[in-house]
């Protein structure tokens, strides 16, 4: 089985659903299926280090970038949109990974023309509140353009049961195959000392961390998070807020606002981007995971939350109603958030039971190598048909 995967960008900055393609390609290629992943070299503001128009080999599976131009955020690729058009007709089936761009377009007209079965996984960009925003940019490209796309695929991936109902009003003909993402187990049997985070962030020692994990952007609910974190630092003066995540669109002077207007930014450290042992020290640093999210597809950083033993306040907008047993689920709501923040501050030991029963759960479901087959056995059923 060869398997072709796009995606508009591979680059750190764009958060979870980059590095969702690239594990799960891992994950399916260390199963033994044949997995090649194209993309721009696309990076934020940079461009990717890595060499054009040539095969890379990584673990278990291949990667060719091409250049591209960003035109009104769109990533136009004219020499990738050639090579789709001429090569998908080599695989078997085409997975797609987000909505709303040129290189996945380029995928669709491929598979068209050589009449090749394709699989879509839109990574909540279907979701009610993600379609709302920029809805002017949006509803003519959907219409006119995505949506018949959509209904032409063999399958769209939705990653939880709450986003396969969220999408029913859109009428889509194409089947939904709910699969969930997924962790590496390894990253967390033992996770870094923190003081590897305390040295790089000294203000954090000694405090009782709170940490939110996730792009700097309007729908990751920061403006919520921090009337929640306002009121619950009132009461326990010694927690301390980190905010970790890429500002990809300039959003972090609006975000860091919020916390000034909230009267507590001076209990509040903005970190960028975390990864490698420095992110893993973070959490390990970290008493409290808290997902403030408007809308997601499934938050990969809330299983990483989970996975390292934090108990994790969440909301209802963060797809996962399956965690309701071992975490705090809220509504969008900052008093909500708030006060779930100020029950496990108030209960530690409960909080801890809490952590450990969430980093059970996940342990249990949710690491690749299960993602992984249930994939497969999808795209079997699909070529089997």
């Known amino acids: 089985m060869k398997i072709l995967v796009v995606i508009n960008a591979l680059g750190e900055v764009y958060g979870g659903t980059s590095k969702i393609a690239i594990e799960l390609s891992e994950a399916i290629g260390n199963l033994g299926v044949s997995v090649d992943l194209v993309t721009t070299n696309a990076n934020g503001k940079k461009l990717l280090d890595e060499p054009l128009f040539t095969w890379i080999?990584?673990?278990?599976?291949?990667?060719q970038y091409f250049p591209y131009w960003d035109i009104l955020d769109y990533k136009f690729s004219l020499s990738l949109t050639f090579w789709l058009l001429q090569n998908v007709s080599q695989y078997n089936l085409v997975h797609t990974h987000g909505?709303?761009?040129?290189?996945?377009?380029?995928?669709?007209?491929?598979?068209?023309?050589?009449?090749?079965?394709?699989?879509?996984?839109?990574?909540?960009?279907?979701?009610?509140?993600?379609?709302?925003?920029?809805?002017?940019?949006?509803?003519?490209?959907?219409?006119?353009?995505?949506?018949?796309?959509l209904n032409k695929a063999a399958a769209i991936h939705m990653t939880a049961s709450t986003e396969a109902e969220n999408v029913k009003p859109l009428n889509l003909k194409s089947p939904l195959a709910i699969i969930p993402n997924g962790i590496h187990r390894k990253d967390f049997d033992l996770l870094p000392s923190p003081e590897i985070f305390y040295h790089q962030f000294p203000e954090t020692r000694d405090k009782i961390l709170i940490i939110f994990l996730g792009r700097i952007d309007p729908?990751?609910?920061?403006?919520?998070?921090?009337?929640?974190?306002?009121?619950?630092?009132?009461?326990?003066?010694?927690?301390?807020?980190?905010?970790?995540?890429?500002?990809n669109t300039g959003y972090l002077p609006i975000a860091q606002n919020y916390f000034k207007e909230a009267g507590c930014a001076d209990a509040v450290t903005f970190t960028g981007m975390l990864t490698g042992d420095l992110k893993y020290a973070a959490l390990a640093a970290a008493t409290i995971y808290v997902a403030p999210s408007y809308s997601e597809g499934f938050s990969m950083s809330v299983l990483e939350g989970m996975a390292s033993g934090l108990p994790c306040v969440i909301t209802t907008g963060?797809?996962?109603?399956?965690?309701?047993?071992?975490?705090?689920?809220?509504?969008?709501?900052?008093?909500?958030?708030?006060?779930?923040?100020?029950?496990?501050?108030?209960n530690p030991s409960t909080a801890k039971e809490m952590g450990d029963r969430a980093r059970q759960f996940i342990l249990e479901n949710y690491t690749w190598d299960q993602i992984a087959s249930k994939m497969v056995a999808i795209y079997k059923q699909i070529l089997s048909k």
């Open 219 to 247: 729908k990751k609910g920061l403006d919520l998070l921090a009337k929640a974190f306002a009121k619950a630092n009132q009461i326990f003066p010694e927690t301390h807020l980190i905010v970790a995540g890429q500002d």
């Open 99 to 149: 909505i709303f761009s040129y290189p996945v377009l380029s995928a669709y007209w491929g598979c068209n023309k050589s009449n090749l079965p394709y699989i879509v996984s839109p990574h909540g960009m279907l979701e009610p509140w993600a379609l709302a925003y920029k809805s002017n940019k949006k509803k003519k490209y959907f219409s006119f353009l995505e949506k018949p796309a």
């Open 318 to 346: 963060c797809n996962f109603p399956e965690a309701r047993d071992v975490s705090e689920i809220v509504d969008v709501d900052a008093e909500q958030i708030g006060n779930a923040l100020i029950k496990l501050l108030h």
């Open 57 to 63: 080999n990584k673990k278990d599976y291949r990667v």
